[in-house]
């Protein structure tokens, strides 16, 4: 899997800044993707009480939720991309948790950025974005623990 993001990291697309459209005039107005509503059925699935998935599902589905939370407090702890802010209307941001998983779905599973649109409401180009900086972040945090383990 590392040297996944390794090879990743060098593609051309990923060293380059992403290319966002920004506020300009004649565009189309942001679609709401209803964030919110992502996080609580993310959290719904997987992280409650009474999750409608269980532990070992989530365990065969990606790692365990240990290993899971201490990756995600370790993106936070790199900047403050990956943690939850309020965007300019003042509306929360992609959580955390949600901003992990769209990675791992595309680093593990080799998903296609839009499909977290349905699951994780998150569009092809912020997932995209995601990723790279969980590569870079993954570069920063981690790489060192691999160097010679080869």
Not at 11 to 38: E, F, T, W, Y
Request: proline share 3%; aromatic share 12%; net charge positive.
């Amino acid at each position: 899997m590392l040297a996944n993001v390794i090879r990743l990291c060098q593609h051309p697309l990923a060293v380059s800044a992403p290319r966002r459209g920004g506020s300009r005039v004649g565009k189309a107005q942001n679609k709401d993707m209803h964030r919110q509503a992502g996080a609580l059925l993310l959290d719904s699935e997987y992280f409650t009480d009474n999750a409608t998935h269980m532990t070992k599902d989530f365990r065969r589905r990606f790692t365990n939720n240990e290993l899971f939370m201490k990756i995600v407090f370790g993106l936070r702890e790199y900047g403050t991309y990956f943690m939850c802010k309020k965007d300019c209307p003042g509306l929360w941001g992609f959580s955390s948790v949600q901003k992990y998983m769209a990675a791992m779905l595309c680093l593990a599973y080799e998903a296609p950025a839009d499909a977290t649109d349905d699951y994780l409401r998150m569009t092809e180009s912020r997932c995209f974005e995601t990723f790279t900086m969980f590569c870079r972040a993954a570069m920063q945090c981690w790489a060192r623990l691999f160097e010679g383990a080869k």
